[in-house]
């Protein structure tokens, strides 16, 4: 924070009427561990309180909130012949992210202040021991079997709601978000005054309102900023694409890293992605023309549910590697549902994002994405999509057009309960003869269909509609699950 962001942040700290659990003045330095122990109140204090964060300020009368001054400097202080700071972290468990600021309020009035991270699913110890404070005492947490219980029972924080840039003026919204986007996408007039944008913003969660200013929530730097470069806490979920030379990773062609935020360079990244996938050429009557190998629309797709569905506390990034044969586009974390229920399921670890992105146009509405992508697949005669859990990641790879007689027998079995899957969420059924004209395969070769979905029976991926029903001929299929 700046000198001007800290005065005004302590500015709005004495006005209150009294210290509290989350805000404690002091004058002077006492001992090490006096500050130790008041960390652990104020973060605790600010957790019970649903507050981001807690202060401890140097420099500041108690009683009366004067501004005096302090001879006290934390950044040049010494416990033994250790940096106080240190010394500080190191006995904090969990070891929370608290900052010191050192700086001039009037002439000759140095104030210092500690900016401590509300508790997080545990109390926060020093020396073995989780304090609170109780109006303007410190006393041990254990003493309060009430107080540690609310911390215990603090529901976590989702990454959509942690603040990724603090401190902040209305100015510093504007200029670090592209606001205009957000009004543009989803198609509402931009308002006359920054006061307007500011609201809105507040209203969708993208920004919050606190003590020391605004905050750009992880959301609103996620979806919104002009340079995710500015937010050090998001910057590493810039999504990737690396263009190969061949089947493999051995040569790499291009490399791309997004630095916008989704909402701002989706389109620009779908349209990157597009230009570099292979295409087919038809010739017509009168001109050739090209044909992109895969739909666009389904990129588009996977390309959405793997920014939505990344589990945000994991390592990595979402990327897209594209081959020669195939693309493959993954994100950090497990799936929440089975990669077989993907196409009638829905479940989203991120449902602020999900549902802004849906809103600004980017996917389809729960649950009616994957079957679209299923059904450009059929259309467009390729393999069918492969979704796989790998360690800590999520991925579906989109194949290359391959005849039948190309494909193995799981790709044909795959393929069969995709179609199945695809039939039902249809309300309709599999027959011999839908998955005929899937696959394309001549009427008099009706056996090569019936052998696919015996092999996929036998898997256990489809079942039969009417067990019953002993005519092969009029027999329908269904998924698994149905």
């Known amino acids: 924070m700046t000198d001007k962001q800290l005065t005004k942040l302590v500015d709005e700290l004495i006005k209150f009427p009294r210290e509290c659990e989350w805000v404690e003045f002091k004058h002077n330095f006492h001992s090490p561990e006096e500050i130790g122990e008041?960390?652990?109140?104020?973060?605790?204090?600010?957790?019970?309180?649903?507050?981001?964060?807690?202060?401890?300020?140097?420099?500041?009368?108690?009683?009366?909130?004067?501004?005096?001054?302090?001879?006290?400097?934390?950044?040049?202080?010494?416990?033994?012949?250790?940096?106080?700071?240190?010394?500080?972290?190191?006995?904090?468990?969990?070891?929370?992210?608290?900052?010191?600021?050192?700086?001039?309020?009037?002439?000759?009035?140095?104030?210092?202040?500690?900016?401590?991270?509300?508790?997080?699913?545990?109390?926060?110890?020093?020396?073995?021991?989780?304090?609170?404070?109780?109006?303007?005492?410190?006393?041990?947490?254990?003493?309060?079997?009430?107080?540690?219980?609310?911390?215990?029972?603090?529901?976590?924080?989702?990454?959509?709601?942690?603040?990724?840039?603090?401190?902040?003026?209305?100015?510093?919204?504007?200029?670090?978000?592209?606001?205009?986007?957000?009004?543009?996408?989803?198609?509402?007039?931009?308002?006359?005054?920054?006061?307007?944008?500011?609201?809105?913003?507040?209203?969708?969660?993208?920004?919050?309102?606190?003590?020391?200013?605004?905050?750009?929530?992880?959301?609103g730097a996620i979806l919104f900023s002009k340079d995710l470069t500015y937010f050090e806490s998001v910057i590493r979920k810039s999504v990737r694409v690396i263009v190969y030379k061949g089947k493999n990773k051995v040569e790499t062609e291009r490399e791309q890293m997004g630095v916008k935020g989704y909402a701002l360079g989706f389109e620009g990244l779908v349209d990157w992605i597009n230009s570099q996938l292979p295409s087919n050429e038809e010739i017509g009557k009168v001109l050739r023309t090209e044909t992109k190998m895969y739909p666009e629309l389904a990129i588009r797709e996977l390309v959405a549910n793997a920014l939505i569905h990344q589990d945000f506390s994991e390592r990595g990034f979402p990327m897209i590697e594209i081959y020669s044969d195939r693309i493959e586009i993954s994100n950090p974390g497990a799936p929440?549902?089975?990669?077989?229920?993907?196409?009638?399921?829905?479940?989203?670890?991120?449902?602020?994002?999900?549902?802004?992105?849906?809103?600004?146009?980017?996917?389809?509405?729960?649950?009616?994405?994957?079957?679209?992508?299923?059904?450009?697949?059929?259309?467009?005669?390729?393999?069918?999509?492969?979704?796989?859990?790998?360690?800590?990641?999520?991925?579906?790879?989109?194949?290359?057009?391959?005849?039948?007689?190309?494909?193995?027998?799981?790709?044909?079995?795959?393929?069969?309960?995709q179609h199945a899957c695809l039939k039902y969420v249809s309300n309709e059924k599999m027959t011999n003869q839908s998955l005929r004209e899937r696959f394309k395969i001549e009427v008099h070769n009706y056996s090569v269909a019936s052998r696919i979905i015996r092999d996929a029976i036998e898997d256990g991926l489809v079942k039969e509609d009417d067990p019953e029903n002993k005519s092969r001929k009029y027999a329908s299929y269904i998924p698994f699950w149905a």
Request: aromatic share 10%; net charge positive; with cysteine.
């Open 336 to 417: 929440l549902i089975k990669p077989e229920r993907f196409i009638d399921n829905y479940v989203s670890r991120n449902e602020k994002l999900a549902d802004l992105m849906r809103r600004m146009g980017f996917c389809e509405e729960k649950g009616s994405g994957l079957d679209k992508v299923i059904s450009l697949i059929e259309l467009f005669q390729l393999p069918p999509l492969n979704v796989m859990e790998l360690q800590n990641r999520t991925s579906v790879t989109l194949y290359s057009y391959k005849k039948l007689g190309e494909l193995d027998k799981k790709e044909k079995i795959r393929a069969c309960y």
């Open 38 to 219: 008041r960390l652990s109140a104020l973060s605790n204090g600010a957790c019970i309180h649903n507050r981001s964060t807690g202060y401890l300020v140097f420099g500041v009368e108690d009683h009366t909130h004067k501004i005096l001054g302090t001879s006290f400097s934390a950044k040049a202080h010494k416990k033994g012949s250790e940096d106080f700071e240190h010394w500080l972290a190191t006995r904090l468990n969990p070891r929370i992210d608290f900052r010191i600021y050192e700086f001039d309020y009037e002439t000759n009035k140095r104030l210092v202040i500690f900016v401590i991270p509300a508790a997080r699913n545990r109390p926060v110890d020093f020396l073995h021991h989780a304090y609170i404070r109780v109006s303007s005492i410190t006393r041990k947490l254990s003493e309060f079997s009430e107080k540690e219980a609310i911390i215990w029972r603090k529901d976590h924080k989702p990454f959509e709601k942690e603040f990724a840039l603090e401190g902040l003026s209305a100015a510093d919204v504007v200029k670090l978000l592209s606001t205009e986007t957000y009004f543009d996408l989803l198609n509402i007039p931009y308002p006359s005054n920054q006061q307007g944008v500011i609201e809105k913003f507040l209203a969708e969660g993208l920004i919050t309102k606190e003590v020391q200013g605004y905050a750009i929530t992880k959301l």
